[in-house]
């Protein structure tokens, strides 16, 4: 019974199959799959009542797992395809300069805005560290750090023009 299938139904189960992956290969092992799907199918007792549909929706089933499937592409295609991977490192070399020149700024900050920055940006310290070396609340600090930064963005601005 699945032998006449497959010789009536294989050809229109292959264009099918090819119109919706576009890859020759992958139609002809959905295809292949399709049939082996049905054989177990049938193996463990299943009951087909039209053949064709069931072919069709077996296969359909399958192209939708097709595309489901995540794509992976080898770095081999890629560059064969002229893709060349970028090692430009330009904006992190700005962002340094930036970085270094923001902190070149912090003493023009005022007196109760420079510790607290020097302690966040510079030595990394988190909120409820600097709150235990300065004796305020981590919310006081989180706020003249916060303050200290937008005055900080202010001066770098100034700067920069």
């Not at 090819?18 to 292949?32: E, G, M, P």
């Not at 270094?100 to 990394?124: D, G, H, N, V």
Request: charged share 25%; hydrophobic share 40%.
């Amino acid at each position: 019974m699945l032998t006449l299938a497959y010789n009536t139904y294989a050809k229109g189960l292959n264009s099918f199959s090819f119109f919706k992956v576009r890859n020759k290969a992958t139609s002809d092992d959905l295809v292949q799959d399709t049939f082996i799907k049905t054989w177990k199918y049938l193996a463990r007792g299943g009951k087909i009542d039209i053949m064709k549909a069931f072919l069709y929706h077996v296969l359909n089933q399958l192209i939708i797992d097709e595309y489901r499937k995540r794509k992976t592409t080898s770095l081999d295609v890629l560059l064969e395809a002229g893709y060349e991977p970028s090692t430009d490192h330009s904006e992190r070399t700005f962002n340094v300069f930036d970085g270094k020149t923001a902190f070149l700024l912090i003493p023009r900050l005022p007196k109760k805005y420079q510790e607290i920055m020097r302690m966040r940006y510079a030595q990394s310290l988190s909120l409820k560290e600097i709150s235990l070396i300065t004796g305020q609340t981590r919310n006081a600090v989180a706020v003249q750090a916060h303050r200290g930064l937008k005055k900080l963005k202010i001066l770098y601005n100034r700067e920069q023009k």
